[in-house]
């Protein structure tokens, strides 16, 4: 069993910043895909971005430039930074952690999720 923890949500002003923590244990950190999805009220759960076991990111379109994902292996924590953010980002943010090596941006290819944290960006 994996056990994911978000942290770092909360409310911001549009144009601000905010970092998100994704503390993993269970198994060890490197040996499988990561990704950060979102969900806004009413809408599906939506990619933000993945990464694999060897580092290599993919981001969605809407983020592209704003947001960036790194990696802590020997805290087996995963970050999410986010910069210039917009009132359309505010979402319950979530961490996902999937069985293999291979990052997806279908949420549906995922085993195992956090518990979520609200990002409020008002305008």
């Known amino acids: 069993q994996v056990q994911l923890v978000e942290s770092g949500g909360g409310l911001v002003q549009a144009g601000g910043s905010l970092r998100l923590s994704c503390a993993a244990s269970g198994r060890p950190f490197n040996t499988y895909a990561m990704g950060w999805f979102r969900q806004a009220p009413g809408k599906e759960r939506e990619f933000v971005a993945t990464?694999?076991?060897?580092?290599?990111?993919l981001y969605a379109d809407a983020v592209k430039g704003r947001f960036a994902v790194s990696g802590d292996n020997a805290k087996h924590t995963l970050y999410l930074q986010m910069n210039s953010l917009k009132p359309e980002d505010t979402a319950v943010y979530y961490c996902a952690a999937r069985k293999t090596i291979y990052g997806s941006t279908n949420y549906f290819a995922y085993d195992y999720w956090g518990q979520g944290t609200q990002v409020t960006v008002s305008s």
């Open positions: 990464i694999n076991n060897v580092g290599s990111i």
